[in-house]
């Protein structure tokens, strides 16, 4: 376990090298989660890793944040609905699971969230929690039931790989095209799904070099990132963002006070009256200086993930005063090195009353002074830090704004202050949050 920030330095960042793999899993179960971006290592990663690049760069996210105002429209539709029936307390976990799995099915599958779906993505994420806890709490027990667990992962993905190589050999047949994340990895293939060649991507200016062009399953084991990784880190960070506005009411009105003076407000507040597709220039987001306080703070309190693992690919020293000393960390080949990422969070050293829920830590004339960045690793760091970050943040940002400006949430006597966390050692989940939501007066 590395805690010191300037050890995490040389092994997320400048020691790159040494740890560029993620940990590996206890046993390989060989299912469509070994090919992700985030399970790959050495020049399998930095040959995806490539072509992630090319998949999100500015130019794509913005051709695809319409989709993320139609579903915030959907929301708030059945929002508005609520109010108007005088029912105006929300579950967190049931609303946001709606919206973000209507978001995830609509800019990366190009499809709109059904009952399918739905069920799909609960049995797949369902499925890998557990062997997670399995293999984090129980690794003699994991060989023995090793067969178990990939009978599950098996089964579980089945819904995504049928509905993944319908859905792109359809698209081949008719030559038509989507405005989302399925047809920006269909662009980076080799051949199409009837062995014809492609020849110039989408999602580059120059043509692609051929050995960094994906095969036909590597397309569709692609888009398995987004079940699992996308939908945890928007529900962690939209819930508790949420959850924080309720209780900090003085911190709920300078966000919306700061929204309203930068890009305008959001309608009257009578419901029927206010138009639903309310959406923001996504250029104005970067001006909210205070929201991108906010967000940074939540993801300081609630991390998506405990810690980042790491294995180290080559015997290295750490920590030495020169090149030929033998001073300083040996770490030997294949160790494994784990940076407790929820703990430098709540380190009162580098965060004064860590829980304490207080954006200004963050404000520019805080944040270079006080903030040592390897202590703050929501996103990680590093080569290896997360490559939809810019995406996300912008996500999150416009889903905020849209809600911000339009409700007022508030704590209600069911509402659980602190809220309860689940026993689990690989990601953030508490019990249900219950808020109330009425119009902005």
Excluded at 194 to 209: C, M, R
Excluded at 264 to 270: A, H, I, Q
Excluded at 276 to 284: E, M, P
Aim: net charge neutral.
């Amino acid at each position: 376990m590395v805690s010191d920030p300037e050890l995490i330095k040389q092994i997320l960042d400048t020691r790159f090298g040494s740890f560029a793999d993620r940990r590996p899993p206890a046993i390989d179960v060989r299912s469509s989660f070994s090919y992700i971006l985030p399970a790959l290592t050495g020049r399998d990663w930095e040959r995806m890793h490539r072509n992630y690049k090319r998949v999100f760069t500015l130019k794509n996210e913005l051709k695809i944040v319409p989709k993320i105002n139609d579903c915030c429209d959907k929301l708030i539709e059945t929002w508005n609905k609520r109010i108007t029936d005088k029912d105006n307390e929300i579950d967190i976990e049931q609303s946001l699971r709606v919206l973000i799995l209507d978001t995830m099915a609509w800019t990366v599958f190009g499809t709109r969230v059904s009952p399918e779906f739905t069920e799909g993505t609960r049995r797949l994420t369902q499925c890998l929690l557990p062997m997670y806890l399995i293999v984090t709490l129980f690794p003699k027990l994991t060989e023995k039931i090793s067969r178990a667990i990939k009978l599950c992962v098996h089964t579980h993905d089945k819904y995504f790989l049928d509905y993944l190589n319908r859905e792109i050999t359809q698209r081949d047949r008719n030559g038509s095209r989507g405005n989302d994340f399925l047809q920006l990895f269909m662009d980076l293939r080799k051949h199409n799904s009837f062995g014809e060649p492609l020849v110039q991507s989408v999602v580059d200016d120059n043509v692609i070099p051929d050995e960094d062009r994906l095969t036909e399953q590597e397309n569709v084991w692609q888009l398995f990132t987004f079940p699992f990784w996308n939908f945890r880190s928007m529900f962690t960070a939209l819930g508790f963002g949420l959850y924080e506005l309720a209780v900090n009411p003085d911190i709920q009105d300078r966000l919306r006070n700061e929204i309203n003076t930068t890009i305008g407000g959001g309608g009257d507040g009578c419901g029927d009256d206010d138009n639903a597709s309310d959406t923001i220039d996504v250029n104005s987001l970067d001006k909210l200086v205070y929201l991108e306080a906010f967000l940074l703070e939540v993801h300081r309190k609630y991390p998506v993930f405990y810690r980042l693992s790491r294995s180290v690919s080559k015997d290295t020293v750490l920590g030495s005063t020169g090149s030929t000393t033998t001073t300083g960390i040996m770490m030997p080949k294949n160790q494994i090195v784990n940076i407790p990422v929820h703990a430098l969070h709540h380190n009162s050293s580098h965060y004064p009353e860590p829980e304490l829920f207080d954006p200004d830590r963050f404000m520019p004339e805080n944040l270079s002074s006080n903030i040592n960045p390897y202590t703050y690793l929501a996103y990680g760091i590093g080569p290896r830090q997360c490559i939809a970050k810019r995406f996300s943040q912008m996500q999150l940002k416009l889903v905020l704004c849209r809600l911000i400006r339009k409700y007022e949430f508030y704590r209600l006597i069911d509402t659980t202050v602190p809220p309860v966390y689940h026993n689990n050692p690989e990601a953030v989940t508490v019990s249900p949050i219950k808020l109330g939501i009425k119009y902005v007066a």
